[in-house]
């Protein structure tokens, strides 16, 4: 199976700071990529979609880049209702997996 | 609009077998490029992907879980069915029912999820 680590794991930010959240594959998923965003007692949500596209009615500050093993989420200012656990996944290989999360948090 | 909800049981015994029914509208598994998967989180964890049933009824299994799984979908009720064998405490999780559009390969929507503990 195609491995997915995210990094930091958790991650201490201000509203109106810019935050990256990054995913690595073990192997290449080409733009095979996707980011949800999950809150607490909440399904995830769909952010963005082949590693760049925005998903319709996600804000603009979420952008996504990357190809291959090496992926970004970048929030450009954060927000009251951004913190939240991130997730990436990847959906190259049908044996779809997951990335252990990133929660952000306010400092 | 499109709406997923799983429904089983809350409470199962070590060794027995789950059975977990997602009831959806809002589109039907008899057309092309539907698709229906099943991803659970353990308490305080990440997302696992456990498996996916196709509009033409190809069928994947998460590879660590695959002895143990068994996905299946009746199209005429709009629903899809799992079954997980000889259940054990680390299985407890919210179990959640989403559906993916195959050719964009992704999860567009999800159920609420429903919580499965094991235990004796």
């Known amino acids: 199976d195609i491995q997915m680590t995210q990094s930091p794991s958790s991650l201490s930010a201000s509203v109106g700071d810019r935050v990256t959240i990054t995913c690595r594959a073990s192997?290449?998923?080409?733009?095979?990529l996707i980011w949800y965003q999950q809150k607490p007692g909440q399904a995830p949500k769909l952010l963005i979609y082949?590693?760049?596209s925005l998903q319709s009615g996600v804000p603009s500050r979420f952008s996504g880049s990357g190809s291959g093993t090496d992926f970004t989420l970048s929030i450009s200012s954060l927000q009251p209702e951004d913190f939240a656990t991130y997730y990436c996944?990847?959906?190259?290989?049908?044996?779809?997996?997951f990335g252990q999360g990133t929660k952000l948090e306010i400092k | 609009q499109v709406t997923l909800r799983e429904s089983g049981p809350a409470l199962v015994k070590p060794t027995q077998t789950l059975t977990l029914t997602c009831t959806f509208s809002?589109?039907?598994?008899?057309?092309?490029?539907?698709?229906v998967s099943w991803i659970r989180q353990p308490p305080g964890k990440a997302l696992e992907w456990l498996a996916r049933?196709?509009?033409?009824?190809?069928?994947y299994y998460s590879t660590s879980l695959k002895t143990r799984l068994t996905i299946s979908k009746d199209t005429s009720r709009n629903e899809v069915f799992l079954t997980m064998t000889n259940m054990d405490p680390v299985d407890t999780a919210t179990y959640y029912c989403?559906?993916?559009?195959?050719?964009?390969?992704?999860?567009?929507?999800w159920g609420q999820g429903t919580l499965v503990t094991v235990s004796s």
């Open positions: 809002g589109f039907s598994l008899s057309t092309s490029d539907m698709c």
């Open positions: 989403t559906r993916i559009l195959a050719s964009r390969q992704q999860i567009d929507y």
């Open positions: 996944q990847q959906s190259y290989s049908t044996a779809y997996t």
């Open positions: 049933i196709d509009w033409d009824d190809d069928k």
């Open positions: 082949s590693a760049s």
């Open positions: 192997q290449s998923i080409s733009k095979y």
